[in-house]
């Protein structure tokens, strides 16, 4: 009877999630990526409830790595003030602008809210300043640029859950390849001619050169892509002035008579905007090749370029806001060539199995000892970088207590 029961529940479940795939046809727009076009590297059989990028974004948000956004930075460093943002709450602010453009527009939530969560996991301790640096060690060990994006395929697909990885759909890996949030686009239009045999021609092609110009397959892609520059560019000037780094009275007159000077109203504006000049997709067939496109209006467009401009001036490459960043730089490089002399070692007893306990050894087996140190040093939090860099005997900046 309790057999037949669960069986009769899960044939229910089934039905319901038969009708929300469904429900879709008449929901989201022809432009729109559906739940029963998503594609898994490994089939699965149907034995869940939730539609397919739903169950993607739970598969991230469930991941080690997501658990460690908690302590990364998003843009300012080793600053005692609990209001300043950090790169988990950045992401979450993404999924929600991602999913309010996407309700708007007729796009499929669940596709963006799992990119959006999951585009950001391969940064690593220190941010963009930890990526700079870690990149010109990958270069001098013979390992390609290191770049976030990529690394955040490598843990969601090839490192996680014993080497076997989430089996995330093809959707949702494109989205977080091509999402480059800091490159300047005013228009997107998504290339959907994409399998993942491409998928994997493009990572192997953006590793071999960062420069390379990727552009999502699929709209929800585009929309995370234009809501990572929405929810980043007015909440780091605003975690500038919280700090006293700059003034208010410094935004660019241009910018603030065409975004607005603080961070709701930026991101108001934006998203205001952005609806207004893509709402031709709400109503598009499929097959309407001219509407598959979403973007900013010329003058918004050009405001939030100059606006881009201005913070990577006064804030991202403002050495004066990068407090003891030399002994950081110092600190990657040690730890890379103490786990490196370890990943070396992996056959011997003591301290070398110690650093390699978490790993599953077909990943080991599969990449080279610096790989493996890449690997490590970008999953760290920077809380945890800074106390295996002072277990080795390096100098480790202290905290700054800015105002609160």
């Not at 010109?136 to 490192?159: A, E, K, T, W």
């Amino acid at each position: 009877m309790a057999g037949h029961t669960t069986t009769h529940r899960r044939d229910w479940v089934h039905a319901i999630r038969e009708e929300l795939d469904e429900r879709e046809g008449t929901v989201l727009g022809g432009l729109a990526c559906a739940s029963r076009h998503a594609v898994r590297r490994t089939a699965e059989p149907l034995v869940d409830h939730r539609q397919p990028f739903a169950q993607d974004a739970d598969r991230i948000l469930h991941s080690r790595a997501y658990t460690r956004y908690i302590d990364k930075t998003q843009v300012f460093s080793l600053v005692d003030n609990d209001h300043i943002t950090h790169r988990v709450l950045h992401v979450q602010m993404v999924s929600r602008i991602g999913r309010t453009i996407g309700r708007f527009l007729g796009l499929n939530e669940d596709l963006i809210e799992a990119i959006a969560l999951g585009h950001d996991i391969g940064h690593p301790p220190f941010g963009h300043e930890g990526e700079r640096m870690l990149a010109q060690l990958c270069r001098c060990h013979g390992l390609g640029v290191f770049q976030h994006n990529i690394q955040s395929v490598q843990f969601l697909d090839r490192f996680e859950r014993g080497g076997a990885g989430w089996n995330l759909t093809l959707q949702v890996l494109d989205g977080i390849l091509c999402h480059d949030g800091e490159v300047h686009a005013q228009r997107l239009r998504p290339n959907r001619a994409k399998d993942f045999a491409v998928h994997d021609r493009e990572l192997a092609a953006k590793q071999d050169d960062p420069s390379l110009p990727l552009t999502p397959m699929t709209l929800e892609g585009c929309v995370v892509r234009l809501a990572d520059t929405i929810a980043y560019i007015g909440r780091d000037l605003e975690d500038a002035i919280e700090l006293g780094l700059i003034d208010r009275e410094e935004i660019p007159e241009k910018c603030v008579a065409a975004l607005g000077s603080s961070n709701g109203t930026i991101v108001y504006t934006l998203v205001t905007d952005l609806l207004a000049n893509s709402s031709h997709v709400r109503g598009a067939e499929s097959s309407d090749v001219g509407s598959d496109f979403i973007g900013f209006s010329t003058e918004i467009g050009a405001a939030l370029r100059q606006l881009k401009a201005f913070n990577y001036q006064r804030i991202y490459t403002n050495p004066a806001f990068k407090p003891d960043f030399m002994k950081i730089h110092r600190c990657y490089e040690r730890l890379f060539e103490h786990y490196l002399g370890l990943a070396q070692e992996a056959g011997s007893e003591g301290s070398a199995r110690a650093f390699l306990r978490s790993m599953p050894s077909s990943y080991i087996a599969a990449h080279s000892p610096a790989a493996v140190v890449r690997d490590y040093l970008a999953g760290m939090t920077d809380a945890y970088f800074l106390r295996q860099a002072a277990a080795i005997g390096c100098a480790i900046p202290e905290r700054l207590c800015l105002p609160t």
